[in-house]
């Protein structure tokens, strides 16, 4: 998810529980979206997230040709980011200024649905383990890489929704105030490529829960290898093993994962009550 900060007329209607004031959904070419207009300071929490987004730097030996300065300038970016995430969180969080901001300002989030993106999981066993005792977690590292929008194809989707979230900056009358033209070419304001490409990479916030670390054999997969469950959800070659959540889906959801996860349960309650009646 992107967020676009926009100055819109005074508004005092009564909000949702979650800051939503509009939904829409959206299809741009193949790429599919929803853009959500929500209170700017959901949670006092989506404008500080973006903004100290800005202020965060990556460095990698393109800058910086010593991995241990690049680890240690990394975790000292992190750092500002985070104090500068803390402070704004709290000043959003004061009145008058949060219901200044819920009344005269307004976030579009552009939620990019089915990416194609994926990150990994990596189990390794420390030095000291061993094999006359059960494996425990304290006998492994776990590795996890989001991979959030490492697949150029997904930035360039995203850039896309941008493109028709304007939109619906047109329909609230609006003013974007952030980030305006910290992503655009100077002179003609078209979106600039390499801006938009750091923007996205920096400020994107995950939309849905995490998925497919336990994927479900697909029909149309010839190599079972891929899959760590069946349709029926047993683990393969692990006799009364399940797995019912998220992470058995193989694909992203173009949905919120809750009502899946319900679905799924329902229907493995339902296989064992047949199984065992």
Same mark, same amino acid.
């Given at each position: 998810m992107l967020a676009r900060a926009v100055l819109t007329p005074p508004s005092f209607d009564i909000l949702s529980l979650?800051?939503?004031?509009?939904?829409?959904?959206? $299809?741009?070419?193949? !790429?599919?979206?929803q853009l959500v207009v929500m209170d700017a300071a959901v949670y006092?929490? #989506?404008?500080?997230h973006v903004l100290a987004g800005l202020f965060r730097w990556h460095f990698t030996t393109d800058n910086i040709r010593s991995r241990w300065l690049i680890a240690w300038a990394n975790r000292l970016s992190l750092a500002v980011n985070i104090v500068l995430k803390s402070i704004l969180r709290v000043l959003f969080s004061v009145q008058p200024v949060l219901w200044l901001i819920r009344v005269f300002v307004s976030t579009i989030g552009i939620f990019l649905l089915n990416p194609v993106s994926t990150g990994s999981v990596r189990v390794k066993r420390r030095a000291a383990f061993s094999t006359a !005792?059960?494996?425990?977690? $304290?006998?492994? =590292?776990?590795? &996890?890489?989001?991979g959030y929008l490492q697949d150029e194809r997904d930035v360039r989707a995203l850039m896309k929704g941008w493109i028709a !979230?304007?939109? &619906?900056? =047109? #329909?609230l009358h609006g003013v974007e105030v952030f980030p305006g033209a910290a992503i655009r070419q100077l002179g003609n304001f078209r979106l600039d490529w390499s801006r938009f490409k750091r923007f996205a990479r920096f400020i994107? #916030?995950?939309?849905?829960?995490?998925?497919?670390?336990?994927?479900?054999?697909?029909?149309t997969d010839q190599d079972e290898s891929s899959a760590v469950v069946d349709s029926e959800l047993r683990v393969r070659h692990i006799l009364s093993l399940r797995v019912c959540d998220a992470s058995v889906f193989p694909t992203t959801t173009s949905a919120p994962t809750a009502l899946t996860c319900a679905a799924l349960g329902h229907l493995l309650g339902s296989n064992l009550a047949k199984e065992h009646s």
């Open positions: 979650n800051g939503v004031k509009a939904l829409f959904q959206v $299809k741009v070419e193949e !790429s599919r979206f006092a929490d #989506l404008l500080p !005792s059960p494996v425990r977690r $304290k006998d492994l =590292d776990i590795e &996890v890489n989001l !979230s304007d939109q &619906v900056i =047109d #329909l994107c #916030l995950p939309y849905f829960h995490w998925c497919g670390t336990c994927a479900m054999l697909l029909v």
